[in-house]
C-alpha cells in the first residue's frame, strides 16, 4: 500500500468519524455539548482536507 492510499484512509476514516460526531451533536440536548461536538466535527474534516490534499500531492515527494 502506498503513502497516498494510507493517507487516503486515514481521511476517509476521519470523515465517517465527523460524521458521526456531527450525528451526535444533532442528537444532543445540551447545547454546550452540542456546540463541543459540532467544532470537533468541523476540525475532523479540515483535518481529512489536509490528508486528502496530500494524498493527491504525493508526487511531489518522489524524486
Known amino acids: 500500500m502506498s ?3 494510507e493517507t ?4 476517509r476514516q476521519m470523515r465517517q468519524k465527523a460524521q458521526e460526531l456531527e ?3 444533532e442528537r444532543a ?3 454546550q455539548e ?3 461536538l459540532t467544532e470537533k ?3 475532523l474534516m479540515e483535518e481529512s482536507e489536509q490528508q486528502s ?3 493527491s500531492g ?3 515527494l518522489q524524486d
Open 3 to 5: 503513502v497516498a492510499d
Open 8 to 11: 487516503g484512509g486515514r481521511a
Open 58 to 60: 504525493d508526487m511531489y
Open 34 to 36: 452540542r456546540r463541543r
Open 41 to 43: 466535527a468541523r476540525r
Open 29 to 31: 440536548t445540551d447545547p
Open 53 to 55: 490534499s496530500m494524498a
Open 23 to 25: 450525528q451526535a451533536a
